[in-house]
């Protein structure tokens, strides 16, 4: 059974510039969740997304913006990129409803933006 | 106010002892669960064990077990046997049923170096 991925998993961007990260969750599960890891404030919930709609969204200026596919495929956006952007993102899929046991998280090995 | 508190910021182990690592929670939710994270240096987080708040007994997965101490709301995390493996930093979680938001709360996380 293949793991979350994220693509790509370098990236150097500039100040100004925007910026799409994508993510493939595992087969069958329909909730994508996104976390900024940064050293100095760690890991932070950006949005969480389910069939397509965005049921959750951290504390994260509009910059931040994502959206889901109909296959559960995510991806995440950010324009207008500022030095404090430079981070870990980290997708994780879950099933979603019933146990809370059930939504327990898979990670992919995360996108690092470098912005300069 | 902070969900998870972990206090120590980085522990030393010898290779084959057994180590501890500290997390107390903060909710008021009746219903919620706790997860542990591994994330080596290629930054992929990895899930190791869950703890529900009505699981009676406390989680184990191999080497690693949970000292779940509901009252005092600590879920410290015990991996015996150390490997060089297991040096890596490791992350408290949880999810609260309340918010049904799916969002995992994370705490600073402790730094683990197992020495030869």
């Known amino acids: 059974k293949a793991g979350v991925t994220q693509t790509p998993r370098y990236l150097i961007k500039t100040r100004g510039q925007q910026v799409t990260l994508s993510c493939s969750p595992i087969s069958g599960h329909r909730s994508v969740s996104w976390y900024q890891q940064t050293p100095g404030q760690g890991l932070q919930f950006l949005f969480e997304y389910f069939s397509e709609t965005q049921r959750n969204k951290g504390n994260f200026p509009g910059r931040f913006s994502g959206r889901q596919f109909s296959n559960s495929r995510s991806e995440m956006n950010v324009s207008t990129l500022e030095l404090g952007d430079s981070a870990l993102y980290l997708c994780a899929s879950s099933l979603s409803g019933g146990k809370i046991r059930n939504t327990e998280a898979f990670f992919g090995q995360g996108t690092r933006l470098t912005v300069v | 106010a902070q969900k998870i508190t972990q206090t120590q910021p980085g522990m030393f182990v010898q290779e084959k002892e057994a180590v501890t690592l500290d997390c107390t929670y903060d909710?008021?939710?009746?219903?919620?669960?706790l997860f542990w994270y591994k994330q080596p240096s290629s930054g992929e987080m990895i899930f190791l064990i869950y703890q529900g708040s009505y699981d009676e007994q406390n989680a184990t997965e191999g080497r690693y077990s949970l000292n779940f101490q509901k009252a005092r709301k600590s879920a410290n995390l015990v991996i015996s046997a150390s490997q060089l493996g297991d040096s890596a930093m490791y992350f408290c979680?949880?999810?609260?049923?309340?918010?049904?938001?799916?969002?995992?709360?994370f705490g600073a996380g402790t730094t683990v170096t197992v020495r030869a």
């Open positions: 909710t008021s939710d009746q219903s919620y669960g």
């Open positions: 979680a949880m999810r609260e049923r309340r918010s049904n938001d799916y969002k995992l709360s």
